[in-house]
């Protein structure tokens, strides 16, 4: 079973921040929080990951809340392009199983 | 960057047949990935290999077998396909366990 809840949809204007929220409140102190976002009929793409820092790439950022039982990935200036079903994942350190939930579809609207 | 390649995206097999999966990565990870998706289950793992010969059976391992030979190359065989493997099914790497893993393009299997 995932460990991770989401809203299972979101619209968001093209041009503004997407804020997507996920809740992991049975989170274990060396499990890290990973973002994936699949685009339709494409493999998932990895975005980042993070355990209790805030975390920033080119593509995003994530705020885990300091006792971590929730995150949020933001997409700072949302386009067309980054329409997809994004994942938050649980993962503990060291080991390679992901599980996956149903994650949040993003819509971006023009 | 990472590229994970699957040999087909569009398969159409019939019900018996025996199918072969193909998934080339380039970045000499040592782990790979089969992972299937299906609608309203997400992504399940089917089976896990951490070096050249070495495979670990993921959460619905039944009715398929992998391959490792070479570190870049991982196959996914269905010795006798059925109508309930119609699927999309996803190859991953990662350099080990402690990093990200990267996703192919996926192959959208029908068995008829």
């Known amino acids: 079973d995932a460990k991770t809840t989401q809203p299972p949809s979101m619209d968001c204007a093209e041009g503004r921040a997407a804020n997507l929220p996920c809740n992991h409140s049975t989170i274990s102190g060396n499990e890290y929080v990973y973002w994936y976002r699949q685009i339709h009929s494409q493999g998932p793409q990895y975005i980042i990951h993070g355990l209790k820092n805030n975390e920033t790439n080119e593509m995003a950022s994530l705020i885990i809340t300091e006792d971590r039982k929730s995150s949020t990935l933001i997409l700072p200036h949302a386009t067309l392009r980054d329409t997809a079903v994004y994942y938050c994942i649980v993962r503990p350190s060291g080991t390679y199983k992901y599980i996956f939930g149903t994650g949040t579809r993003l819509k971006v609207l023009a | 960057d990472v590229k994970v390649t699957q040999s087909s995206r569009y398969l159409v097999k019939r019900t018996g047949e025996k199918v072969f999966l193909e998934c080339v990565q380039d970045m000499d990870h040592e782990n790979m990935f089969w992972y299937r998706q299906d609608p309203g289950l997400g992504l399940r793992l089917i089976y896990f290999s951490y070096d050249v010969k070495m495979k670990e059976k993921g959460d619905i391992p039944e009715g398929y077998s992998v391959s490792r030979e070479k570190k870049e190359r991982f196959s996914l065989i269905l010795e006798s396909a059925s109508t309930n493997q119609t699927s999309m099914y996803l190859c991953?790497?990662?350099?080990?366990?402690?990093?990200?893993?990267?996703f192919g393009p996926g192959t959208r299997l029908t068995v008829l």
């Open positions: 991953a790497s990662s350099l080990d366990s402690y990093n990200e893993q990267f």
